[in-house]
């Protein structure tokens, strides 16, 4: 007879005992990658640590970013009604704030520096500084209407890093752009401490290369030249006055096989809305430029002034060729003017300020 007891199976505990081996052998490699994974990451915490201390805690080659902290002091110390100008190097170079500010009576704050800095930023950083009645001059050389508003991570880090509180400017974008170029920024500045070591160490070799008077290289004029101690009160570049620059000037962006990038006008015109909105005047001068670079892309750039000015929202008291220039009145590029060139052009910049000064100054 059979019996209705339940029959039991000898062979499933045992593969229970399998199964519970494998799973331990499991929980065990995981575990294990797990901790891997841990280690890994926390070394690459600590390599990036080091890498940051590098950038952050020794000093800077050239001291140039740090003209923003005494343009930014310079403009909040104004006890008058203002002009703040912001853009790029063509500003720093080119423009007589002085000259500016006899003209209008108004204080003048030159706030260009770099145009790889970005668009974006710019006008990011100087809209909490601004105050009813100011009047905002843009001027942005012709290369940044055809490359990234975003900036470079390189000159937004050395600038933030210069002024802290700029970090707070930038978006997801531009902190993703500058974290990846800190192992760069640290490797040329360790290169950089090396070879001050190298030269120290040949000090007789070094004096006699100096008393042979071998020509400066173009790099080496224009870093002897975009230093902290050549920027006056206002934010005027002036220590490439009277300095000889024996070399072809350096070229712009293809603007023509570039084209207008998508963004770019969409934010100054959110930009001046904005301000409009806080009783900010706007307004658009644009970048002295030299001849033969205009006449090269005079179609590209007709077509910047005509998305500019369409709407109605920015106005660009003067078109693009009415700060086209010859050579001779230029310094090292297309868009940095000599003494004599940044004094014409801010004769007319002067000139066709008149109705945005009136109208900045009637707001109630």
Not at 142 to 168: C, N, Q
């Amino acid at each position: 007879m059979m019996s209705d007891a339940p029959t039991t199976d000898n062979r499933r505990p045992k593969r229970s005992a399998a199964s519970r081996e494998s799973s331990a052998i499991s929980a065990e490699a995981s575990a294990s990658a797990a901790g891997l994974l841990v280690r890994l990451l926390a070394l690459a915490v600590v390599v990036f640590g080091v890498l940051a201390g590098l950038v952050f805690v020794v000093p800077d080659g050239n001291d140039y970013p740090l003209a923003t902290l005494g343009k930014h002091a310079w403009l909040a110390n104004a006890d008058r009604e203002r002009i703040v100008l912001v853009g790029g190097s063509n500003l720093a170079y080119g423009v007589v704030s002085k000259q500016l500010e006899q003209a209008t009576g108004r204080h003048v704050s030159n706030m260009g520096m770099n145009g790889y800095l970005g668009v974006r930023f710019m006008l990011e950083e100087i809209k909490p500084a601004l105050r009813e009645r100011d009047l905002v001059v843009i001027a942005l050389e012709y290369d940044s209407f055809v490359k990234t508003v975003e900036g470079h991570g390189k000159d937004l880090l050395m600038i933030a890093k210069t002024r802290p509180v700029a970090f707070g400017h930038l978006n997801l974008s531009q902190w993703l752009d500058v974290l990846s170029v800190i192992p760069y920024a640290a490797q040329k500045k360790a290169l950089r401490l090396v070879g001050d070591y190298y030269k120290s160490l040949k000090p007789t070799a070094h004096a006699h290369e100096q008393a042979a008077e071998v020509p400066r290289s173009s790099t080496e004029i224009v870093a002897s030249v975009e230093t902290l101690g050549g920027f006056n009160r206002h934010g005027d570049l002036e220590s490439h006055l009277g300095v000889d620059f024996p070399y072809e000037r350096e070229e712009g962006l293809d603007l023509t096989s570039l084209g207008i990038d998508p963004e770019i006008i969409g934010l100054l015109h959110a930009f001046a809305r904005e301000m409009n909105a806080r009783r900010v005047p706007v307004v658009i001068s644009y970048s002295p430029v030299m001849r033969s670079f205009y006449e090269k892309h005079a179609e590209i750039i007709a077509e910047i002034h005509r998305r500019i000015t369409e709407g109605g929202v920015l106005a660009a008291p003067l078109p693009p060729e009415a700060f086209v220039f010859d050579e001779e009145l230029f310094f090292d590029t297309v868009y940095h003017l000599n003494r004599v060139g940044r004094v014409r052009r801010t004769r007319k910049l002067v000139g066709s300020l008149g109705p945005f000064l009136d109208r900045a100054a009637a707001l109630p």
